[in-house]
């Protein structure tokens, strides 16, 4: 997400450690021995490649926007908590 928001270059190793850890992961939920029930595996990764790339982004754009319009922390913390407030309400 850093590519896309802001066009910041990552060396080639942190590429090459996210494939192998996705990889992994891949691997070891796919082969594995135990429980094969099919339906929720697959959703259970697709949820993890969803908050994954929603971690990612959300941290780049909170970025981004400090970069833009130059607002400190606790304008966002106060925004967050506004928030939070009306959509509980």
Do not use: H
Not at 23 to 33: A, C, M, Q, R, Y
Not at 44 to 56: E, Q, R
């Amino acid at each position: 997400m850093g590519r896309l928001l802001r066009d910041t270059k990552y060396p080639l190793g942190q590429y090459f450690e996210a494939f192998l850890i996705t990889l992994g992961v891949f691997i070891f939920s796919t082969f594995s021995k135990e429980g094969k029930e099919g339906s929720t595996e697959i959703w259970g990764i697709v949820c993890l490649c969803v908050y994954i790339c929603s971690d990612s982004f959300t941290s780049q754009w909170q970025s981004k926007v400090y970069a833009k319009y130059g607002r400190a922390n606790v304008d966002q913390v106060c925004g967050k908590t506004r928030s939070g407030g009306a959509f509980a309400a």
